[in-house]
């Protein structure tokens, strides 16, 4: 099992900046994939980004050069930091994990976090 608990989300005017943290424990080791996947209210569920065991990044078209995802590989540590914020991207903002060996088949989380609202006011 892996536990995920996120904090760091708040509420920010458009154009500031945030940095999610994702503390990992349990199970989980260098095998696994990460990632950060957001929910607005009446909207789908979408990925926002993620990394693998190599540090292999990917993201949403929507956050692209202006998100960074990282990873702690000693503490298991996943971060977020979130510039140039737009109303747009006020959600709930979930920590995910999933060993890689099933997340490049499946491309599905297994393991979630509690979630930590963000949002971004004009």
Known sequence: QVQLVESGGGSVQAGGSLRLSCAASGDIDSTYCMGWVRQAPGK?????????????TTYADSVKGRFTIS???????????MNSLKPEDTAMYYCAAELCSWWYVRQEWNYWGQGTQVTVSS
Do not use: F, P
């Open 44 to 56: 789908e569920r979408e990925g926002v980004a993620s990394i693998d065991s190599d540090g292999s």
């Open 71 to 81: 990873k702690d590989n000693v503490n298991y540590t996943l971060y977020l930091q």
